[in-house]
């Protein structure tokens, strides 16, 4: 696995101190950038799923890049989770801490029939609160949450463990130590 | 030209009163669910580029979703124009005016090589000022802009053709009477 993603993990820029001292930051702009890193990228996404689901999903904002690609890759239809407040219509909400404070997640309450697959995508799974708030909404949604994949993994902070928990079948391309 | 759009047009919801009364919000979530409609929505975009540039660029948030399926479609990187404050690098940004205050678009400044060709992609363009960040914020990087497409235009509210007068060959794929 490890030799099979090198490019990949080479092409994730690490800036220091970012938003704050004494986390290493994982940038995957340097990743969209490389025309090839993308394109890799996107392919292993697609290829790690086994039916295709209904949807794509993606969680605000830089979820949308590759929840989009995949769409477009796969032929599916895409939903977009956003953060509270930014989305027109009616919308069910949940919320989740951060490290200080809240934050919110939204989707609009008509966004897919019950029974849809829904598969969930966003770029980096940390402590795992948006993507358990993004679950949530999913399966209240009546959505069959058919798995979440991720770019980037730090296990160290656990939330690929607590999601699993909750039964969701996940994956990441590349597994990061340390915060 | 309509007849060709009639179906795009159809999936998108008006919500009135949205963010604000007298709003006519035209809410691209409901095309995006529709698998076909949004894989015809990228195929539309990149049937109107002429030479393949070497990156699509997409304005947060909205604008990642169609950059990044244009992106994966045609093959090439994906440059991200994020609000000011979330790009861990250093960065080059623009302030422009919305109808109280300012908002900052900002882009990193070794995101593009010197004469690289960078198309811009957004859901909308309406009074253009975003746009007009971007666009600069592209040519002060060193590259070259090859043109911007979105998916819908608000033609009375002026922002497309102050976007051409900067010299920019501008396309969009539906445009709605009104705000």
Do not use: W
Request: proline residues 4%; neutral net charge; contains cysteine.
């Amino acid at each position: 696995m490890e030799a099979r993603n090198a490019d990949l993990r080479a092409l994730i820029r690490t800036i220091p101190d970012f938003p704050k001292p004494g986390i290493q930051f994982r940038d995957i702009t340097t990743l969209l950038l490389d025309a090839r890193g993308f394109a890799s990228s996107v392919e292993r996404l697609a290829s790690g799923l086994g039916t295709t689901p209904d949807l794509i999903a993606g969680i605000e904002a830089r979820g949308f890049v590759f929840a989009a690609a995949l769409a477009q890759r796969l032929g599916t239809g895409l939903l977009l989770i956003r953060k509270g407040g930014k989305l027109p219509g009616a919308t069910i909400a949940e919320d989740y801490a951060l490290e200080y404070g809240t934050d919110r997640l939204a989707m609009h309450v008509d966004a897919c029939a019950p029974g849809a697959t829904v598969h969930l995508v966003d770029d980096l799974i940390a402590t795992g609160g948006s993507a358990l708030a993004a679950v949530r909404l999913i399966r209240r949604a009546g959505a069959e949450l058919a798995g979440a994949s991720f770019v980037i993994d730090l296990p160290s902070l656990g939330g690929a463990e607590r999601v699993r928990s909750e039964g969701v079948e996940i994956r990441a391309l590349l597994s990061f130590p340390g915060h």
